[in-house]
């Protein structure tokens, strides 16, 4: 039988909690691990959230001209070739992070991914655009290509309709130059650094 041992700890003066569940542990494994916690998340949020894209930048596609990791880096130079502020260009690099293992969620996915460290303007946009998306499939059998008209008079409603319209629907173009993930690393690295938030709401 194959001997399981522990995984190694992130940095080596760190302590392994030496019990079997949570409900065994104490205060001071808790203060413990929470301190060592805050440190991990800090250094490697961004990292793992950029491994999320990377794993898929070899992937095939099910139809579409390009995989869904040329998509996103496509949308993300797309929206950084018009000048927008490095929040929206990292939040159009994973809008559709999750497209593949959560398809019918995959807004929400990456919401509640980014939702910590940006606009409530970017976290509506980014749980919405997949039914304002469905404005644009003209011959799609059986959808409701109006499903979008319910939020007409929210005030988030022309951001997210403009943000699918220019840098969503149409970054699918096998010709087109993406930028290289490695321009836009600084940038999830730093969203990443701020001040996390309560998700959907600004940072005031």
């Not at 490697?44 to 794993?55: D, G, H, S, Y």
């Not at 869904?68 to 159009?92: K, P, T």
């Not at 969620?105 to 919401?111: I, L, P, S, V």
Request: glycine share 4%.
């Amino acid at each position: 039988m194959t001997q399981h041992q522990r995984s190694p700890l992130f940095r080596d003066e760190w302590e392994y909690i030496e019990k079997p569940a949570l409900e065994d542990f104490r205060s001071d494994d808790w203060q413990r691990l929470n301190s060592q916690r805050a440190v991990y998340v800090a250094e490697e949020q961004a990292r793992q959230a950029l491994r999320l894209l990377i794993t898929s930048a070899d992937d095939t596609t099910f139809g579409y001209q390009i995989n869904n990791y040329r998509h996103c880096l496509q949308s993300a130079s797309m929206i950084m070739e018009a000048g927008f502020d490095e929040e929206s260009i990292v939040v159009a690099l994973f809008h559709d992070v999750g497209f593949t293992v959560c398809p019918d969620a995959h807004g929400a996915f990456a919401a509640e991914l980014l939702g910590a460290y940006i606009s409530e303007a970017n976290y509506w946009m980014l749980r919405h655009h997949a039914a304002f998306q469905l404005h644009h499939c003209h011959q799609y059998p059986g959808i409701d290509r109006g499903a979008r008209d319910r939020w007409r008079d929210h005030p988030h409603f022309q951001w997210t309709a403009e943000f699918v319209e220019k840098y969503d629907q149409n970054a699918i173009q096998p010709d087109y130059r993406e930028i290289s993930l490695d321009t836009f690393e600084p940038m999830v690295q730093r969203l990443f650094a701020k001040s996390p938030h309560p998700i959907g709401q600004e940072q005031k």
